[in-house]
């Protein structure tokens, strides 16, 4: 808790590192409008978006293919983002990720079962299946991480969270196994990706997002008491169990949301909180989370739509899905990182 | 995370009594430590426990034996028949499943212990995930030609440790920096094996989602020898180790000036719980959860404020052998892989024990 007057420095700094990467962001969008089978330039692409195309066919693919391709894009990477640096801080787990609250598991039971049960086969059915799976399974966490005398602890939180994500994985594969047609879906889904995913989906997903981050935004000053250790947080005035019931409600929304549409893509949420640590480092603004989330938003959807532009360009005239390039490319760069910097330890 | 002393070190001053954490401090001075009832208890329990699982995973099949024929025809007394169902089909299938428990209890046991994470085990660092793309790539791109499905999984697991570990070198390692490298590697492997199980056949992504839940059918001595041997090699430096490793809980410096050599061991815990997890992998595929909840289990039952090894190895070889037996015995005329019962039967185990252990205000 620096003074104000400490602080007073340090916002210009979060400000300018906010700002450029806003820019890397929507350099990316532009990108992600412009490769693809077909590549446009970028300043037909501009053209087209003011409603001047230079023909209907740029017009018919950038309208229905690149731009609600990106939207999706930039809305699931923002949430996978928010949510993992919201669910890092709230089990005080370096390693936590929205995977770890049963949040994706729970919507890959539900989506093999829609799949594999119910006979259910397009995207626009499964996708509320999912979205409740992932709802089900964070409240189920949730309520046995709470269960017993001194209620939820940061610990009991995510070994909940990793109890209930392997029951569902092994339901998972139970269907899956004994049923072609769920394994069928369910390996393609589990891939992630942005591609072939009609614009209607994200619409109906998107007013979850949106409340699940305005919340997740809301937590981040009580985070930062968090991050202090239970006791700390509660003599500084802190509810606990209100930031964390909001911080889980947020989480849930957020990642059954972005789940539900693109697939578990759980790296997104894992890695870029990490790399927006060591950014803020470098920074000299440490580790505040009212800096931090908003820049896991912007940074998170980058790292999304580079890999979705990546799969495109490397499997022309096929592509290979965002899901498996994220782990390509964020892998690797966040080891470099590990290794690179002295992460703040907890 | 909470750090609490065990009670009772190797101080000249007698070990603090608390409720329900008795200890006796062995005075003989070649082989001092402190023996603690309700540790014994409960490794004797679970001996007990996985030796009937064992049994009764011999006796049961198309056709069930008698306990006392299948005692027999392990002896070697029996007669020629029943000694070839139990030798030949039961045994390596039993043993399999007890080797395979152990080997990932503990190693998951160590791997907690030395990274100071609950969270932390062989699943989690990228050693199962490294035997899963190799295996999985050896399924669908035909790779597997001359190699055995184990050698693939040995090999691909024992990659995955060397990069996680070379790629967290640097002067040195910390328990922080091999589990998020770990993550790293863990994840790009995760994804590469889903691309191939994307890109594969229909019948190929079943073979293959078979291993990679961890499965005991059809188990041979082909593929327990070797873990047998990494097992009497591995579990008593693992059991020599693990009570250096407990000074690691008490943080570097301290570890450092009760005089652990904290760098040495670290490396030589790591490379047990690596072996450990390779082995096991490469008999049975990564049979989901063990590695995790075996140790986390074991320290709640243990009442110990780390997870025991040996423990923790028991619970695993009880976990690995009943989930086995349900396995075999829930559906007729299929054989679920193993991996799926240990995950439905160790998940309502593992929340049991933190909601009770809660409530006994020993911590969670």
Known sequence: ?346 | MTTELAPGRTDAAPPPRSPGRAAFRLAVPTVSGVVRPRLVAVCLGLAVAAFLAFSVETAVGDISLPLTDVMRALVGAGDPGTELIVRELRLPRALAGLLVGVAFGVSGALLQTVTLNPLASPDMIGITQGAGTAVVAGIVLGWDAGLSTQALGLLGALTAAVLVYVLAWRRGTTGYRIVLVGVGVAWICTSATDYLLARGQRFQAQAALGWLVGNLNGRTWQQITPLAVTLALLLPAALLLGRLTRTLQLGEDVARGLGTRVQAVRVAVLLISVGLAAFGAAAAGPVAFVALAAPQVAQRLAGTSFPPPLTAGLTGAVMVLVSDLIARKLVPDTELPVGIVTGVLGAPVLLWLLVRANRAGSGG
């Open chain 1, 1 to 346: 808790m620096g003074t104000s007057a400490v602080r007073a420095a340090k916002g210009p700094r979060a400000v300018l590192l906010l700002a450029l990467c806003g820019a890397a962001l929507l350099a990316l969008c532009a990108l992600s409008m412009a490769f693809g089978a077909r590549d446009v330039p970028l300043g037909q692409v501009w053209h087209t978006l003011l409603g001047q195309p230079p023909d209907a066919r740029i017009d018919d693919v950038i309208w229905s293919v690149r731009l609600p391709r990106t939207a999706l894009g930039l809305a699931t990477g923002a949430a996978l983002g928010l949510s993992g640096a919201l669910m890092q801080a709230l089990t005080r787990n370096p390693l936590a990720d929205p995977g770890i609250l049963g949040v994706s598991a729970g919507a890959a039971f539900a989506v093999v079962l829609a799949v594999g049960v119910l006979g259910i086969g397009t995207v626009h059915g499964y996708v509320w299946f999912a979205f409740a799976g992932a709802f089900a399974a964070s409240v189920l966490v949730y309520l046995l991480g709470g269960l017993g005398r001194s209620g939820t602890t940061p610990v009991k939180l995510a070994l909940a969270g990793v109890a209930v994500t392997s029951l569902l994985f092994s339901l998972t594969s139970a269907v899956a196994l004994t049923d072609p047609d769920a394994l069928n879906r369910y390996r393609f889904w589990s891939a992630g990706s942005l591609a072939n995913q009609d614009d209607e989906v994200l619409l109906r997903v998107l007013p979850f997002l949106v409340v699940g981050a305005v919340l997740a935004l809301a937590c981040a000053p009580g985070l930062n008491s968090l991050a202090l250790g239970d006791d700390v947080a509660k003599s500084l005035g802190l509810r606990l169990g209100l930031v964390r019931v909001q911080g889980v409600v947020a989480v849930t929304l957020l990642t059954g949301g972005a789940v539900a549409v693109i697939g578990p893509v759980v790296f997104v949420g894992l890695v870029v909180p990490h790399i927006v640590r060591v950014l803020l480092q470098a920074a000299g603004v440490g580790p505040d989370h009212r800096w931090l989330l908003p820049l896991s938003a912007v940074l998170a959807p980058c790292l999304l739509l580079a890999a979705d532009i990546a799969g495109r360009l490397i499997a022309r005239p096929t592509e290979i899905q965002a899901g498996i390039l994220v782990a390509f490319i964020g892998g690797p760069f966040f080891i470099a990182m590990v290794r690179r910097r002295r992460l703040a330890e907890h």
